[in-house]
């Protein structure tokens, strides 16, 4: 459970982070969704359970707080943890290349559900050309940032379970 805890509040703080920091003129253009390498760390460390309540927690706030569609953040999210569960009885997860490419498509893909919902079709050709630039962008910025994160939160992960089972052995002596 204590771990449970400390992903919520550390995804909270991803949530705040991205709508603060990441919402500044500064990082126009090239600021994605930070929670997606979150997303794709719980569906790859995490028990299915916990991770897909913690995915649906996030989600749900993510949606409250963007002022967008609600629901969009959270169908995202869902879709790239069942599409990573999958992924993990066929391909090698724990390859960095991999991970980078998964990231990648995720922005990739995410980007293009948030143009499907927002673009009326009238103007949706000349829509999607304008972002084309500010897609791939993101892209690339999530190539080189995510993987990096990744490698974070197994480092925070690793060490997580490391205090857990030390506190367990503590209480069995």
Known sequence: MKPF??????GLGIIVGQTTILGLPVFHG???DVLIPFVIFLGLDLPERQAGILILMIGFVMDVV????????MTVYLWTFFLIKGAVSYFD????????????????????VFVLFVVTPSKGIKLLSSHIELVMARVVFGLITGPVILLGLEKIHSRV????????????Q
Request: glycine share 6%; hydrophobic share 45%; with cysteine.
């Open 5 to 10: 805890c400390i992903y919520t509040i550390f």
């Open 30 to 32: 090239i600021s994605y």
């Open 66 to 73: 963007s002022g967008g569609i609600f629901g969009l953040y």
């Open 93 to 112: 997860v724990k390859d960095l290349a991999f991970r980078s490419m998964v990231i990648a498509v995720c922005i990739l893909a995410e980007n293009l």
């Open 161 to 172: 379970q490391t205090l857990q089972k030390q506190r367990q052995n503590v209480a069995t």
